[in-house]
């Protein structure tokens, strides 16, 4: 395991920045965890801030206050806490695109796809907990938000209301809830999860990107010790002075400012965080529409944009890893991470559906938006409106068009060379331009692509193969053939050939007897336990 090896490409220090930014979570957490009092109750605020002393606060704003301003580095533990949550699921996020756009879900990484988006939610419930304890107007306009979209849910709406609240809303038991969720249910799955995640990535090894020496049976890079674990130590030091360095210098949710929450006082401009954004965009670029139907109210300006809206995100989420699979023609593993620019569909659908997600981010500020550039918030909103619905096509089309413009770009730099920036003047007056042929190395690069061609469904075959034969030629139809010739097409399939493992038990290799450090410690132990025994 110490020698276990690891990739060298800074695209795979994304899940580390997420991992380490968790580890800081962590430790920050457990300190203000001290400090915290989850209480809803009202006491009469003493403490160092003048403006709100002798005023009735809650116990969790109360104790948000002191440690502020009375516990000994207690304001830049919070905000270290704060920043260190934008980088975490900033990096799952990041990570999450990295691996959809190089293809790194596929089999048999599935199910690590499946833990990841797990983990992204978890992190979004997680974020939302913890920004939701201090009591203040902005946490309490979200949790007002919250109470209205469970109450948009047919029929349970009230019961899951009254669950969450403890009764009529804002009540006494929401934050102690939200701490409890906060502190322990979603960090223990979370380190469970994560733990599976890396496990997996042990247990199936990590992808890597095509080059010299590199197939799709092997892995190229260094060793886990030392010079892995050099560097990762280093990379979670740095995580941690980075996330100081922005507490010091850098104001974050000054709850001070913002006042302790009364359910009848809303904040003018109140922004969650951005993960949460794009729900609000959401409410706020769904029209007001609402059914009456056999004596209930059917919200669906609440329902669609914060229930359906994010449940089906998930689900698609979810689910991609095995429609590609389905689409795939291929049935083996697949261990080299592709170009972007050689999936041009399923590069063309990730930045459609970041197009999509970036205009509901962008509609959950308009009214700030519109604030600062002195623009009508309805204008706003009905530009956004017609920019959720026609930017993600456009950008789907051009995305698609600008991978096919990679692909021939690597074309003719493989039959007519780079460019070397020398001109020669003929004696006629003529001039040519000098090429140099590209690199071995970067050849391989450009040549090694995952390109299968799907076959047509047979004659008479069922709806269900005519569907998936469709489908899977319009994923994959789309691209530009590559000059390559009979040696290097050889040795492309060789690189792209995938593992082959024993399936029965016959054809596995039987492990030799005694092999492993514990079974021979094992064994010695027994060997001194018969001593003397006549055994």
């Known amino acids: 395991m110490l020698r276990k090896v690891f990739p060298d490409h800074w695209s795979f220090l994304l899940g580390e920045l997420a991992l ?15 400090f915290f009092r989850p209480s809803m109750s009202e006491v009469v605020y003493d403490g160092s801030y003048l403006p709100l002393r002798g005023v009735r606060l ?6 948000t206050l002191d440690i502020s301003f009375d516990v000994r580095g207690g304001l830049m533990v919070r905000q270290i806490h704060h920043w260190s949550a934008l980088l975490f699921v900033s990096a799952i996020s990041v990570h999450l695109l990295r691996v959809f756009f190089t293809g790194a879900f596929r089999r048999p990484r599935e199910l690590n796809w499946v833990i990841g988006v797990t983990l992204f939610n978890l992190a979004l419930l997680e974020g939302f907990s913890g920004y939701s304890l201090p009591d203040d107007t902005l946490s309490g306009t979200g949790l007002r938000i919250a109470e209205g979209v469970l ?23 929401v934050v102690p809830r939200l701490f409890t969720v906060h502190i322990l249910l979603v ?89 949460i954004g794009f729900i609000e965009g959401a409410l706020r670029l769904m029209p007001a529409v609402e059914t009456r139907l056999l ?27 095995f429609v590609e699979r389905w689409l795939d023609p291929d049935p083996g593993e697949h261990h080299l991470c592709d170009r972007p620019r050689n999936k041009p569909t399923r590069t063309a659908l990730g930045v459609a559906g970041v197009v999509f997600y970036a205009v509901l981010l962008v509609a959950g500020g308009n009214d700030v938006i519109a604030f600062e550039f002195g623009v ?6 009905d530009v956004l409106r017609a920019a959720l619905i026609a930017l993600p096509p456009v950008s789907f089309m051009l995305t698609r068009r600008f991978c096919l413009a990679l692909q021939a770009r690597d074309r003719s730099r493989l039959l007519d060379g780079d460019e070397t920036g020398r001109i020669d003047q003929s004696i006629e007056g003529g001039f040519e331009g000098h090429r140099r042929p590209v690199r071995p190395a970067e050849r391989q690069v450009m040549l090694v692509r995952d390109a299968p061609t799907p076959p047509p469904a047979p004659a008479g075959a069922p709806r269900r193969e005519r569907a998936r034969a469709a489908a899977s030629s319009w994923f994959y139809r789309d691209r530009v053939e590559l000059p390559a010739s009979e040696q290097e097409s050889e040795r ?33 132990i027994t060997r001194r336990r018969r001593r003397g025994t006549g055994r």
């Open 20 to 34: 380490y930014s968790f580890v800081v979570l962590l430790l920050t957490g457990v300190y203000l965890t001290f």
């Open 58 to 63: 809650s116990g969790a704003y109360a104790s």
């Open 151 to 173: 109450l948009s849910v047919p029929l349970l709406g009230s019961y899951l209301t009254f669950f969450a609240f403890g009764g009529e809303f804002p009540g006494h038991v």
């Open 187 to 275: 960090p223990g799955l979370l380190l469970a999860l994560i733990g599976a995640h890396l496990t997996l990535v042990v247990v199936l090894k990590h992808t890597q990107w095509a080059g010299p020496g590199r197939t799709n049976r092997n892995v190229v890079g260094m060793p886990f010790f030392p010079q892995f674990m050099g560097r990762s130590v280093g990379l979670m030091f740095a995580v941690g002075g980075v996330m100081t360095l922005s507490a010091f210098l850098a104001e974050i949710n000054p709850i001070w400012r913002y006042g302790s929450y009364r359910p009848d006082v809303a904040g003018a401009g109140a922004q969650p965080d951005w993960y």
């Open 295 to 321: 004596g209930h109210t059917l919200s669906w300006n609440v329902l669609l944009p914060a229930v359906v809206l994010p449940g089906l995100m998930f689900a698609l989420l979810y689910a991609y890893p």
């Open 376 to 381: 009508s918030v309805n204008t706003l909103t």
């Open 492 to 524: 492309v399939a060789a690189i792209l050939t995938a593992p082959q493992h024993p399936r029965t038990p016959v054809e596995r290799t039987p492990r030799p007897v005694g092999a492993g450090p514990l079974r021979r410690v094992l064994r010695g």
